[in-house]
């Protein structure tokens, strides 16, 4: 009876696009085709974004370059609701909610 040979994939995510190459000898860095980057996009997107560059070229010539877009002023994120809603008064006299709701809702025959 033989024995069934286990297997051990590793799993890792390339730290760039497959389709990529290097021009690095002529100076454009790394390069695309166009047919590549239609295929690709979402990827090289990813990759860019991430501070790389990349020359996209049609024909064995560049036609443009990729480079990340200035990032965006960072939003500033409020916290202090729960903070605010501590410092309110609980109310005590009056209507509340749920009588305001339940008046509502007998009055439109629900």
């Known amino acids: 009876m033989k024995q069934k040979k ?31 980057a239609k295929a690709h996009l979402s990827a090289l997107l990813e990759w860019v974004a991430a501070g790389n560059e990349l020359t996209i070229t049609s024909g064995g010539q560049p036609k443009a370059k990729l480079v990340s877009a200035a990032p965006a002023k960072a939003r500033k994120v409020f916290t202090g609701m729960g903070d605010y809603l501590k410092t309110m008064p609980v109310q005590t006299k009056g209507p509340f909610a749920d009588e305001l709701v339940r008046a509502d809702r007998d009055g439109r025959g629900w």
Do not use: C, M, N, Q
């Open 6 to 36: 286990s297997f051990k994939y590793k799993l890792t995510k390339p730290s760039e696009p497959a389709v990529l190459r290097d021009a690095a000898a002529i100076g454009l860095g790394r390069v695309v085709t166009v047919r590549d």
